[in-house]
Nanobody, 114 residues
Framework: QVQLVESGGGLVQAGGSLRLSCLTP????????MAWYRQAPGKEREFVAD????????SYADSVKGRFTISRDNPKNAVYLQMNSLKPEDTAIYYC???????WGRGTQVTVSS
């Protein structure tokens, strides 16, 4: 049973933007918290951003702070990651993660060309 479905990845030039979406079919995204992680080739999976609680408190990795924005739309059961001013080092597979249930999506590829 698919719990999280990511989309929105693609190929973009440095300086460009992408918006990733994470849908939670048939259920509301976790109020406790949802997060985005990424994994570049040959590297460990790393935290990117999360959104927690009914007040939608957010936190970001230093490497994306000021460029990426995490948000959610509860009626649509969706969590988003708006990525601006993309850099080649942002190239990775991006994963959505349910912080309460521990679910992971299959990921969406983001490639930033220089």
């Amino acid at each position: 049973q698919v719990q999280l479905v990511e989309s929105g990845g693609g190929l973009v030039q440095a300086g460009g933007s992408l918006r990733l979406s994470c849908l939670t079919p048939g259920r509301a995204s976790s109020i406790y918290g949802m997060a985005w992680y990424r994994q570049a080739p040959g590297k460990e999976r790393e935290f990117v951003a999360d959104i927690r609680g009914r007040g939608d408190s957010t936190s970001y990795a230093d490497s994306v702070k000021g460029r990426f924005t995490i948000s959610r739309d509860n009626p649509k059961n969706a969590v988003y990651l708006q990525m601006n001013s993309l850099k080649p080092e942002d190239t990775a597979i991006y994963y959505c993660h349910d912080l309460l249930m521990g679910y992971w999506g299959r990921g969406t590829q983001v490639t930033v060309s220089s």
